[in-house]
């Protein structure tokens, strides 16, 4: 069986990849997408970005590109895998700006 699509993400190839904007200081350009919500995507974070405090319905998987990307539990630097299970509150922030790949088991709620 072959995989729905193939991606090739490194830096040059995600350089070049149409991001829309999701919240103010931040990026996205999505992957992947199901009917139930669950989505794919990669996240672009500019210096001083917040996404503000939100809820997750389901897990979440964040893996650090480049940059870093801070919560209220600590700061990820490039390679940090992040796991956030669901109930988790949390703000977001990038201090310097970031680069995240990001996949949503179900979206998330802003509180």
């Not at 703000?91 to 998330?108: D, E, F, N, Y």
């Amino acid at each position: 069986m072959s995989p729905i699509a193939l991606w090739s993400l490194r830096p040059d190839d995600i350089a070049g990849l149409a991001f829309q904007e999701l919240r103010p200081g931040v990026e996205i350009h999505v992957l992947h997408e199901t009917p139930d919500g669950a989505r794919a995507a990669i996240l672009r974070y500019a210096a001083g970005a917040v996404v503000p405090a939100h809820r997750h319905e389901g897990y979440e998987y964040i893996y650090v590109l480049s940059g870093e990307q801070s919560d209220e539990r600590g700061a990820y630097a490039a390679g940090s895998f992040v796991i956030n299970e669901p109930g988790m509150t949390h703000q977001v922030t990038s201090k310097a700006g970031c680069t995240v790949l990001i996949l949503w088991l179900r979206p998330v709620v802003f509180v």
